[in-house]
């Protein structure tokens, strides 16, 4: 298969740059949408016991291939960054990147992880420290509760999350700007489905699937950051937390959100992803500076070794032989949670990527976000186990009332803690509105036939519609239920994931940028078991029957350029 030339614009020929809208799929989508939260609005019970029980289903039946299909991910991302695959461009052989290397990284940590990170970047370690895995055997507040905590928090939103969105952010680049086809799922599945079927019905089907994934995800987490905000206006300014706070809390940033949509990529999402990685790292070097310092350092290295070596184990355990109720609720639970979201941030990161080459794309996207999240959950979750384990904080008593309350209770230990719970608070704002921002244009762009600049109204459609769906579930009480309707969209995206990483390799094995086959370093294992072979049967020729003694010579004197014998 040829590769086909980008256009002059460099977005690749057949990757529309202002499509019309697919009437079909945006139709469908937001029908279905609006049907769910009509369930979970008026049906209630009915639609928290269905999803329970269809959650409990998953976690019984399928826990092993999420497991399975996370590792799949890490390791195919490791060996297509160092094989000679990592040579090939996204975009036109000649082409450059479109953003700066610290935009870039500024909006796919944003798109990918901001919310999360301020919501369990404090919760998540600390509730490991106080009820410790079944697996590490570790006593509830003590140090091997503490480290075993910070290893399955790296474990959680390291390496593996981020593997599981560069495969979908690879696959869709590659579509898009390699092979010049339009920025949507079902484009990076025509080398199984051709090009008729993915243009087709199911090519539709794979991207309101993912169309689904993507609302109702990021719904979620705008849930999340309400509900954060709203608890840190409780804590500092004595505002009661209600339900009323959270959909004025919901409606504002929705309407800074409108207003960054407008404002376009280049400005809107480019410039508040790069102040949001400057307020984080301003709060962080606060929290460095003024908490337990010296601990934290230690905490660093003795962590990531922990890590490191834990990661074998942590990678492929299942319910086999322990607790799988634990593992249903943490593990399994996050690599459903990151699947879910895989559509959207591998969307986005694709959108964003033109003109870097896959090993450029893979290293940044598996390392840069994953060392600074190692850094945050040492500095943060760390300060927080540090002020507990000592006696300053006593955050059983203090988070009983939800995790949102953890990251306020840590910094109103320290000095300034007013001011910095303002800053906190201003970062989860800001991500609410990048996040809705960048799923927005996602959307925009699944729901137009792959347009890399969808129209503006439609982005802003998708954006109001999330805003409605995270507002009628915070008031019917279904924000949990909703958490459990993702994780079970992720389900079918296993499936999806695993044939969108042998549409990938099917097509990236025909791509001249890649250099010689003879030269993939991936071959050297099966050149030297080709050689030992040749060896052993040259071997066993000289000494066992005359025709594989006359073959092996034949062979061994061609190798060292003898002249043949008849």
């Not at 009437?23 to 769910?36: C, M, N, P, Q, S």
């Not at 060996?79 to 870039?104: K, M, Y």
């Not at 390496?159 to 390699?178: D, K, M, Q």
Request: one cysteine or more.
């Amino acid at each position: 298969m040829e590769q086909q030339p980008p256009d002059p614009r460099g977005e690749g020929v057949g990757a529309p740059a202002d499509g019309a809208p697919d009437r079909t799929v945006v139709i469908v989508g937001v029908v279905a949408v609006l049907a769910v939260v009509a369930w979970a609005a008026l049906g209630g019970s009915s639609f928290d016991t269905a999803s329970g029980t269809a959650l409990a289903w998953v976690l019984n039946n399928f826990a092993w291939l999420f497991v399975v299909a996370a590792d799949v991910f890490l390791v195919m991302c490791v060996v297509l960054a160092i094989s000679r695959f990592g040579r090939i461009r996204l975009g036109a052989d000649d082409s450059e990147p479109e953003f700066t290397n610290l935009a870039w990284i500024a909006m796919m940590f944003s798109a990918g992880m901001g919310i999360g990170l301020m919501f369990y970047g404090v919760g998540e370690p600390l509730t490991h420290y106080l009820i410790p895995p079944p697996a590490s055997g570790a006593a509830p507040r003590s140090g091997a509760s503490a480290l075993a905590a910070m290893e399955y928090s790296f474990f959680h939103w390291t390496l593996t999350p981020w593997a599981i969105y560069g495969i979908a952010g690879l696959a869709l680049a590659y579509a898009t700007f390699r092979k010049g086809r339009g920025n949507r799922l079902s484009s990076a599945f025509v080398p199984l489905m051709g090009e008729e079927r993915a243009n087709g019905w199911a090519g539709k089907a794979v991207d309101l699937l993912a169309v689904f994934a993507t609302v109702f995800g990021t719904a979620t987490s705008l849930g999340l950051g309400a509900l954060q905000v709203s608890k840190g206006l409780s804590i500092t300014t004595g505002i009661e937390d209600s339900t009323g706070v959270e959909l004025i809390i919901i409606g504002s940033l929705s309407a800074a959100f409108v207003l960054s949509a407008f404002s376009g990529l280049h400005k809107g999402v480019k410039w508040l992803s790069t102040i949001n990685i400057v307020l984080a790292a301003v709060l962080m070097l606060f929290v460095f500076v003024l908490g337990p310092t010296v601990y934290v350092l230690d905490v660093i290295p003795a962590s990531i070794g922990g890590y490191l070596y834990q990661l074998l184990p942590m990678a492929t355990r299942t319910g086999a032989f322990t607790d799988a109720q634990w593992l249903g609720a943490w593990t399994i639970f996050y690599w459903a949670w990151w699947l879910s979201w895989a559509p959207f941030v591998g969307t986005f990161i694709a959108r964003i990527s033109r003109g870097r080459t896959i090993r450029e794309f893979l290293i940044g996207v598996l390392l840069v976000p994953s060392g600074a999240t190692v850094v945050w959950f040492c500095v943060m979750g760390g300060t927080a186990i540090r002020l507990d384990s000592t006696g300053v904080v006593d955050f059983a008593a203090k988070v009983k009332d939800g995790t949102e309350a953890s990251l306020f209770a840590m910094l109103d230990a320290l000095p300034l803690g007013t001011v910095t719970s303002w800053v906190a608070m201003a970062l989860v704002m800001t991500y609410f509105v990048t996040s809705a921002d960048s799923a927005s244009l996602v959307m925009g762009s699944l729901t137009s036939r792959g347009s890399l600049h969808p129209p503006t109204w439609l982005v802003v459609t998708w954006g109001v519609l999330m805003a409605g769906v995270a507002a009628v579930l915070l008031v019917a009480g279904g924000l949990k239920s909703l958490q459990t309707a993702t994780i079970l969209v992720a389900l079918p995206f296993v499936i999806v994931m695993m044939l969108l990483c042998w549409a990938l390799v099917k097509e990236l094995r025909t791509d001249p940028g890649a250099g010689p086959a003879r030269h993939h370093p991936l071959h050297g294992m099966r050149d030297a078991v080709k050689a030992m072979v040749g060896d052993a049967l040259t071997e066993q020729g000289r000494a066992g029957h005359p025709r594989l003694r006359r073959a092996a010579g034949s062979k061994a004197r061609d190798r060292e350029g003898g002249p043949p014998q008849g």
